[in-house]
């Protein structure tokens, strides 16, 4: 195998990776490994934006103060203020890089104050173009795309390298003196998710094989309000339409939320997506309905134009009609657990992003925290990776061996039957029997995928071994888990009051 030595490595091309890749390349030489297009990656599609108290009325304090309240107390509180403190600054080296955002504060969940800077409901779209235009200028930085990561390479307990297939040049060797994961987040293990096709759970999959610790992955959030359209399956609808005033309302018209809780359409995400899901359930209904009939269209146009292209397209008119939404996965809190500085618990190995649990999310994340977090996190990772002496390893004595891949065709009903497991075992409602079912499932799904005949390498059957790798972890985790908190609700436990609404009689 032929090996290519840099500086650091970043696998993920998202907001994390590439702004670990801008900060690092001030000290030394950079690669970025990407299984897809640089700009394929869940930042391009954050629509919300980026929270931090730069608003008149607001500071950290309160920035805090709500991310630690949707975090439902699990959160690490040193990372929380390290995050928070940090806001600004991230939001001027953002503008620093061209990035362009509009003069108002948007509102979302959980949020005290108007402190979400954004661009229209383009952020992530926006924030990524500034992002990857000063990658391509940066002569430090080189970036592979198509190139899959198969495994992390280590050398005396330590990661020093890894091996990635890079389409007709196949298996090729990488070493460093630093590895970060920057690959996202897991949404295709549900087949209802805001995520793009790219988000296999591939930062999980690897770490676990280097025996990196990983943790809460039972908090996986479901954005309240997706499409729901045949044609556009799990296309996110912000909260901040609800910020601007949207309403949720059930089929007979009745302002539900009202009935669960005080703060109305702006509890935290998963108080309203239980709400919409015991509406679902108790008037048999397949969607709830977002309702921003009663504001300005100018407004609408102006402040969502995404959303109203893609709405139009389909037929429905924001100003005019009720639209039809439901809950779908949208992010995981869980992840590769790190310290202040990315670094995981293997020496050498970071990981920023989505990938990562650093503590700021704690049950539950507070709405537009996390292309935050992919920033301030990355930079400190891009200190810290400065500041370590280790030198790059020589090639000798790593495990260069192919990865197991099954050949793609028989792979397809594996991700499909996991996805139906895990969408009924692992939603936004479980119970300990469904939970039960999907551990059996998934160590059946395992032990076949692992018991087929090898072919060669597909990008789309490692995912399968990664999908399957984050899925074992979502569903011990939620069995292990003996109190509703945040983002898991067990029906089975004894006072499922504690995990909020109900819906009053
Ligand atoms: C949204 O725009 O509602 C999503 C923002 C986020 O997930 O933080």
């Known amino acids: 195998m032929r090996f290519d030595r840099f500086d650091t490595l970043v696998v993920g091309s998202g907001l994390a990776g590439l702004t670990f890749a801008l900060k690092a390349s001030a000290f030394g030489r950079v690669c970025v490994l990407t299984k897809a297009e640089i700009t394929d990656n869940n930042t391009n599609w954050a629509q919300g934006g980026i929270a931090a108290a730069v608003g008149e009325s607001d500071d950290w304090h309160l920035h805090e103060e709500d991310t630690l309240v949707a975090g439902a107390g699990l959160c690490d509180p040193a990372a929380v203020r390290f995050l928070v403190q940090r806001a600004p600054e991230a939001i001027d080296w953002l503008r620093g890089l061209g990035a362009r955002f509009d003069l108002e504060l948007g509102r979302e969940g959980g949020h005290s104050r108007n402190r979400i800077v954004h661009h229209a409901d383009r952020t992530g779209w926006e924030v990524e173009r500034a992002v990857s235009e000063a990658v391509r200028r940066d002569p ?12 992390l390479l280590r050398h005396g307990g330590r990661v020093v390298g890894l091996a990635a297939h890079l389409g007709d040049a196949g298996l090729r060797g990488y070493l460093a003196r630093a590895v970060l994961l920057a690959t996202g987040g897991c949404g295709k293990l549900y087949s209802h998710t805001t995520n793009p096709r790219v988000a296999t759970a591939d930062g999980i999959g690897l770490a676990s094989g280097v025996g990196a610790e990983i943790r809460d992955m039972e908090f996986m959030q479901f954005h309240p309000t997706t499409l729901s359209h045949p044609q556009r399956s799990g296309f996110l609808i912000t909260e901040a339409v609800r910020g601007a005033g949207g309403t949720l309302r059930n089929h007979r018209g009745r302002r539900f939320m009202y ?11 998963d108080v309203v997506a239980r709400a919409i899901e015991s509406e679902l359930k108790r008037l048999e209904t397949w969607c709830v309905y977002l309702d ?13 134009p995404t959303i109203w292209d893609a709405l139009r397209g389909l037929g429905i008119e924001m100003e005019k009609d009720w639209v039809p939404i439901v809950p779908a996965q949208h992010y995981s809190c869980g992840g590769v657990v790190t310290d202040l500085e990315a670094r995981t618990s293997v020496p050498g190995l970071y990981a920023s992003g989505e990938v990562a649990r650093t503590g700021v999310h704690g049950a539950n994340r507070l709405a537009s925290n996390s292309l935050l977090e992919a920033i301030v996190f990355s930079t400190s990772a891009a200190e810290a990776v400065a500041r370590e002496q280790e030198p790059v390893v020589e090639e000798a004595a790593l495990d260069l061996s192919p990865p197991h891949c099954p050949l793609e065709g028989e792979t397809i009903p594996i991700r499909h039957t996991l996805q139906r497991t895990m969408g009924g075992g692992l939603g936004v409602f479980r119970t300990t029997a469904g939970m039960e079912a999907a551990r059996t499932k998934v160590a059946e799904l395992t032990a076949h995928f692992d018991s087929l005949p090898g072919a060669e ?13 984050a899925a074992k972890y979502v569903v011990e985790g939620a069995l292990a888990r003996r109190e509703n908190v945040g983002l898991h609700f067990n029906a089975d436990l004894p006072d499922p009051a504690a995990a909020g609404p109900a819906p009053r009689a």
Do not use: G, K, Q
Not at 140 to 151: G, S
């Open 292 to 304: 921003t009939t009663h504001l300005s269209p100018e407004r609408l146009r102006h402040e969502f």
């Open 259 to 269: 009935d669960y809780d005080d703060r109305l359409e702006l509890a935290p995400r």
């Open 457 to 469: 390498f597909s990008a789309y059957s490692r995912e399968a071994h990664n999908l399957l790798v």
């Open 140 to 151: 430090n930085i080189t970036v592979l795309e198509n190139a899959f990561v198969t495994r």
